[in-house]
Each structure stands twice: as C-alpha cells, then as structure tokens.
C-alpha cells in the first residue's frame, strides 16, 4: 500500500503549525507571561523552547520520517517491546484528549452565535456556568445534556470527519492552508483593533513589563517548560504521524524551527490582543487589571464577553474572536485524529474512509459525556490526569526509544542527510540527559501536589472514577492493539536497524 504524502513542504509546516496552534495558545500563554513576569516570562520561555521544544519536536519528526510510520509503527520498528508506548500515546490522545477539546471548540461555535447578540445579557459568568452549562456540583452529578452543547459538538464532530476522511493532501493539507492564513489574518485584525481600544496600552505594559525577580523561581521555569511541551503537541504522536508523510528528501530541521518559532510567536502576538481588551475593560470599569485578568475558560468565556459588551462593535469583534478560536480548535483536532489514524492503516491496512468514519462516529458519542451538566468537571479532571501524566510520560518514553534503545547517533546523521540546518552532538545530550531529567521532575512535582491534595479539591473518589480510570482503560486498549498481529511483516519494509 503505498504511503499518502504531502503535496508540499509548506503544506506540511502549516499542518504542523495547525497542530501546534490551539486554544492554549490565545488564553493560556498571555496569562503566563502575564504571572511570571511578563517580558522577563520570555527568558526562559525562549530557552525552554531552544533546549527542549525543538530538539524532541525534531526527534518526533526523525522517528516518523526515518522509520517511515506512524507512532506505534516507529516504536515497533526501533524495539517491538516498546509498541505499546505508540498505541497509548495516539489512543488517549483520540479516546480523551479530542473527546474533550471537540467540546470547548463546540462551545466556541456557540459563542460565535451569542456574540451576534450579546445574548449572555449583564451577568455573562450566570450565563456560561448556569445557563449555557447547566453546571452541576458535582462530577458524579452527570445531569442531562445540554442541548445546544451537544448540537454544536456534533456540527464539531462532522468537520473533523470531512476533513480527514479527504485524507493527507485533500483533506488535512488543503484544510490548513485554508486555515492557517484565516487564522493569522483574523488574529492580525483582532490585534489591530484591540489596540485602538482606550486602556489597550495599559494592558498591553501589564502583559509585557518586565519582572526580573519573578524568573528566579524554580516553578516559573518548569511551567516554561511545560507550556512548550504542550503548546508543541509534543507526546502526541501527531508530528510522528505527519513526517512520515514527508517525501525522502526534506528539511527536518528547518521545518521543526518554523514550527517551533511559528507557534511560539503566534502565542506572544495573540497575548498583545487578549491584554489590550482586558486593558480596555480595566479602564471602563475603573478597576486595576488584577481584577479582571483570567486564565482559560474564564478568560475566553466570562471575562471577553463582559468587555464585548461594552466595547464599540463588540458583537463583530466577538464573532470574530470566538470564530478564531474555532479555527484554531479545528486544526488541533484533526491532528489528533489523523494521529489515530495513521496509526490504524498501517497495521491492519484498512481503508482509511471506513476508519475515519468508525472513529468519528465513536469519537462523537465518547464526547456526549462532555455535552452533560457535569461536562466541565468530567473535562477539568480528565485533562489534567491525561495532560500531565499521559503525555509527559509518553515524551519521557520517546527519549529512551530514541536516545538508548536506537542508534541517536543514526538519528542525527538521518537528520543532517536531509536537512540545510546541522544538528550538533550536542542534541543528542539534550535527548539523551536534559529533557529526560526536566519530564521526570514535571511528573515528580505533580506527583508531589498531588499527594498533598486531590486535584482541584476534586474528592479522591472523583479523581480515581474519572481520571485514572480513563488512564488505565486506554493503556489497557493499547495493549490489546499491540498484541494484534500486523497485516504484514512491517520489519521488512524499512531499513535494517542493525547497519
């Protein structure tokens, strides 16, 4: 069966940066910033991003290109026993992580409409949590399905399947260069006309005023290092997936620094946008921007909409704003599922229509449960437990697949065989020592919190039904996947690992 790929290496670096691109980067970066320090926050981000972000991001893109498959065929072909790792990472990233992401991006569909007519009236905090939610008290508390969540999930839920049952070149590389231009040339005008708003530079100096003592704390540097781990889809098996779609002669190191770089100066140019409207609400409501800065949730969906509706032309700006982060959403989420994927074809050469079409459909039943009154708490703790644990370990087992149990020496000379930017040794110390030691120490410090107290002030019971299990429940469907016999002998389609 012959191996779909990229119509172009731009085609390929926006599809990365689709990937990379999410809701984090438009509400979570700029909050950051914002508590560590603002303009000194990009010390160690920058840092964060040369020592960790690039050289796992360009490991991901060795394996996938150099083995020639998608996560758990790169794995299998480097060590069989390590198969396992593949499936975990591509299954709870399908099986949880999209689940949930569909649901807020379908919030964001929502949002778009409301923003017409600013319909969540004075109190748009009652509005989301009460009345758009439906919030229960607790997570055990499901509740019904909220209607208009559930309807929009579905609309969410056909887009990702459109899109990817198109496949590589027609569905997910035409899709993001659509997207990504949209996405930039929305953000650009978001940003332009925030600017003029009266306070933007007031919050736009909040944001980017320099506190130097703020990155002398350990946390601020690991919490660097963790939004670039995260905000580059890294532990995903996404980018594995997408290089092995690249033809034989490609620049992996340019395209893992325009991703990289793409990404991160994406994040910092949205923040300008996001603070120049919390700028504009601090001074129309004569408060100090302390008092009406957010992160995630609250940020997009209470405090934004409290500042469109005082705001001139704040209806357009909302369906603007809210529409980017639907675009955003979107090239995250067929990633993922391209990711899943990818991974199914090619070890039981299915065709891929049939495939995208079972998942979609089971993927879009696994989010109802985020569509329930209790959907937001049943998200909260699945991320967490999915985010910190799954992916991180995932990204920990990737440096010991590809530093000890592999040739990184190959690696690197693969890397360099096809790419205008050499890598030095010294990106094989940086995979083999560095970024093992800063995962372990991401795990080792939640770990730590978490024994002091359940997450959230969740009660342990919640946190174990909802999170662990989900953990447990994936890893054990990724073991039943990697005893299933492959539809042919992969071994002898790549290159003898033994040369």
């Avoid at 172009?8 to 950051?32: D, H, K, P």
């Avoid at 990711?339 to 039943?365: E, H, P, Q, S, Y």
């Amino acid at each position: 069966m012959a191996r779909e790929q990229w119509n172009s290496q731009l085609g390929f670096v926006l599809a990365a940066v689709g990937s990379a691109i999410g809701l984090g980067n438009i509400w979570r970066f700029s909050y950051m910033a914002y508590e560590y320090g603002g303009g000194a926050f990009l010390i160690p981000y920058v840092i964060a991003l040369i020592t960790a972000g690039i050289p796992l991001l360009l490991l991901e893109f060795a394996m996938g290109h150099e083995r020639g498959g998608s996560a758990p065929m790169a794995f299998a072909k480097i060590d069989r026993r390590f198969e396992w790792a593949g499936w975990w990472a591509v299954t709870f990233v399908m099986f949880g992580i999209v689940l949930y992401y569909s649901v807020i991006i379908a919030w964001c569909l929502d949002y778009c409409i409301f923003s017409i007519g600013l319909s969540w009236g004075s109190d748009p905090n009652a509005f989301f949590f009460q009345k758009f939610l439906g919030l229960s008290k607790s997570p055990l508390e499901t509740g019904g399905i909220q209607v208009p969540v559930f309807i929009s999930t579905a609309v969410i839920w056909f887009l990702n399947w459109f899109i990817v049952y198109r496949g590589v070149g027609k569905g997910i590389e035409l899709a993001n260069k659509i997207f990504m231009p949209m996405l930039f040339f929305i953000t650009m005008g978001l940003v332009f006309w925030a600017m003029t708003l009266e306070g933007a530079g007031e919050g736009i100096m909040a944001y980017l005023r320099p506190d130097f003592s703020k990155i002398s704390r350990v946390d601020v540097w690991i919490d660097a290092y963790s939004q670039i781990f995260f905000t580059l889809s890294l532990g995903f098996g996404i980018m594995v997936a997408y290089a092995s779609y690249l033809p034989a002669k490609s620049d992996l190191s340019r395209n893992a620094l325009l991703t990289g770089i793409i990404d991160s100066a994406f994040a910092l140019v949205a923040g300008l946008g996001v603070f120049a409207v919390l700028g504009f609400m601090a001074r129309a409501k004569g408060l100090p921007i302390s008092e009406v800065v957010s992160e995630s949730i609250g940020l997009a969906f209470v405090v934004y909409p409290k500042a469109l509706s005082i705001m001139p032309g704040g209806a357009v700006f909302g369906f603007i704003f809210f529409l980017s982060l639907v675009v955003a959403g979107l090239s995250s989420s067929i990633s993922i599922i391209e990711a899943f994927t990818a991974a199914i074809i090619d070890k039981f050469a299915l065709n891929r229509r049939f495939v995208v079409t079972v998942l979609c459909v089971l993927g879009f039943a696994g989010s109802v449960i985020f569509t329930t009154r209790a959907g937001l708490l049943w998200l909260d703790i699945v991320d967490h437990v999915l985010t910190h644990y799954g992916l991180v370990t995932v990204g920990l087992i990737e440096c010991i697949i590809g530093a000890w149990l592999f040739d990184i020496k190959r690696l690197r000379q693969h890397i360099n065989s096809v790419s205008s930017i050499k890598m030095p040794r010294l990106w094989e110390g940086l995979i083999r020592f560095f970024i093992p030691a800063i995962l372990a120490l991401m795990i080792l410090g939640d770990i730590v919190a978490e024994i002091k107290a359940p997450y959230g002030g969740y009660s342990w019971f919640a946190v174990f039904m909802v999170g662990i299990n989900w953990i447990v429940f994936t890893l054990i469907a990724a073991v039943f996947l990697t005893k299933r016999a492959w539809h042919y002998d992969y071994m002898l389609h790549t290159k003898d690992e033994t040369e």
